[in-house]
């Protein structure tokens, strides 16, 4: 069947409700599928690389994330970001910058901390100092920088 724009958009809309509602509720199948589809319906609205289905690649990543699919939200977190590079979304680059070094702090610590001091110094300008995603991001560097050192300690 054939769906203008305005259609796609709505069932894109509902996906989204479902796969937060799924995510809220630890359904993270369920979330990841709603989520794919309203991927899709962005997709056949707006286009492949549009900042719509960027975003919706983007939450597709962190609930694939939590299913611990690390190499498919990888890549997704990736075409988000380059989305949102040629676009001048400098913040929510930043939450594909903070998504990524969490994906791979136990994996490469050096990469993850340079993706957190970029998210951070994105949010910071953009949010403010004072903010709690900027609290966040501080949060998250402290415990890399402390599975860092524990590593350190194990190895000596």
Same mark, same amino acid.
């Given at each position: 069947?054939?769906k203008?724009r305005? @259609?796609?958009?709505?069932?894109?809309r509902r996906?989204r !409700?479902? =796969?937060a509602?799924?995510?809220? +509720?630890?359904?993270l199948?369920?979330?990841a599928?709603?989520a794919?589809?309203a991927?899709?319906?962005?997709?056949?609205?707006?286009?492949? +690389?549009?900042?719509a289905?960027a975003? !919706? &690649?983007?939450?597709?990543a962190a609930?694939l994330a939590?299913?611990?699919?690390? %190499?498919? =939200?990888?890549?997704?977190?990736?075409? %988000?970001?380059?989305?949102?590079?040629?676009t001048g979304?400098?913040? !929510?680059?930043?939450?594909c910058l903070h998504?990524?070094?969490l994906?791979? &702090?136990d994996t490469?610590?050096g990469?993850?901390r340079?993706?957190?001091?970029?998210a951070?110094?994105?949010?910071r300008?953009?949010l403010?100092?004072? @903010?709690?995603?900027v609290?966040a991001?501080?949060?998250?560097?402290? %415990?890399?920088?402390?599975l860092?050192?524990?590593?350190?300690?194990?190895?000596?």
């Amino acid at each position: 069947m054939w769906k203008t724009r305005r @259609h796609l958009d709505a069932e894109a809309r509902r996906h989204r !409700d479902d =796969a937060a509602a799924a995510y809220a +509720d630890g359904r993270l199948t369920a979330a990841a599928t709603s989520a794919r589809a309203a991927l899709a319906c962005a997709e056949r609205s707006a286009g492949p +690389d549009s900042p719509a289905a960027a975003t !919706d &690649a983007r939450t597709l990543a962190a609930v694939l994330a939590a299913l611990d699919r690390r %190499a498919e =939200a990888n890549a997704l977190y990736q075409r %988000a970001l380059a989305v949102y590079r040629t676009t001048g979304l400098t913040y !929510d680059a930043a939450v594909c910058l903070h998504g990524l070094a969490l994906l791979h &702090a136990d994996t490469e610590p050096g990469v993850s901390r340079a993706r957190l001091q970029s998210a951070l110094q994105i949010k910071r300008t953009v949010l403010g100092g004072l @903010h709690p995603e900027v609290a966040a991001i501080l949060e998250d560097m402290a %415990a890399l920088s402390a599975l860092s050192a524990l590593s350190a300690l194990s190895a000596a």
